[in-house]
């Protein structure tokens, strides 16, 4: 199968409303063009600044794409992540956050954002804990002059069975609007599901999926 054949199958797989990003990591700008010529995907995805960098340049005539980032950042490059990212899937502390907002506004650009949430306790990731959360939701309620807190992102940890992949998205569904519910920020984004996992993700509310090796065959 080719890209094209692989992404008409993933949108067979989910409903309409679902926003599929492409995640471009592996691959090469030439790719991108290409996935965007064959198919109506205009969301790609980064984990990488410095990657982005090089690539975007070469595909500045598609001016229709919007560049998600969705990789640990660093808060050296906060600023050039502001600059080049619409949306930042991957913010994962309140000091962070404090910075990006304070950026997006001196630069008077306006992002969307998602808070990174761990569904389940794994060391390897990054991200707040669900209790970390929402004790801070107060001072994370706060960051929104340039910033719009959009909702949450999670990242599975590997090797669950589906109904654990289930139980642990419906963990951060539920967080999303209980959060919704007690506070002036509305979660309406649900950042959830990867190549491994988006068919439970989407059956329990994702609204972005964020996929590579099922698009580009890695
Ligand atoms: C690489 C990556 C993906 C895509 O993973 P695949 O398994 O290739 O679909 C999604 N989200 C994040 C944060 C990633 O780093």
């Given at each position: 199968m080719n890209i094209a054949e692989r992404v008409a199958q993933v949108y067979s797989q989910i409903p309409a409303n679902v926003r599929l990003i492409a995640v471009t990591k592996q691959v090469d700008a030439q790719q991108i063009r290409q996935t965007y010529n064959q198919t109506k995907i205009r969301d790609f995805a980064e984990n990488r600044l410095q990657s982005a960098l090089e690539k975007k340049p070469m595909l500045q005539d598609l001016s229709d794409i919007c560049w998600h980032f969705i990789g640990h950042l660093q808060s050296n490059k906060a600023k050039k992540v502001i600059q080049e990212f619409e949306w930042i899937h991957s913010v994962d502390n309140l000091a962070l956050l404090q910075q990006l907002d304070k950026i997006a506004l001196q630069n008077n650009l306006q992002r969307s954002i998602c808070l990174q949430v761990k569904a389940l306790s794994d060391p390897n990731k990054f991200g707040w804990t669900i209790s970390q959360l929402q004790q801070e939701f107060a001072e994370i309620e706060k960051c929104q002059k340039s910033l719009s807190i959009r909702g949450l992102m999670t990242i599975l940890p590997i090797g669950l069975s589906s109904e654990q992949k289930i139980a642990a998205f419906s963990t951060i569904r539920d967080l999303a609007k209980s959060l919704s519910a007690s506070s002036?920020?509305?979660?309406?984004?649900l950042s959830m599901g990867m190549s491994g996992d988006y068919r439970e993700a989407v059956a329990c509310g994702a609204t972005m999926i964020r996929l590579g090796q099922a698009i580009y065959s890695l």
């Open positions: 002036t920020v509305t979660l309406d984004q």
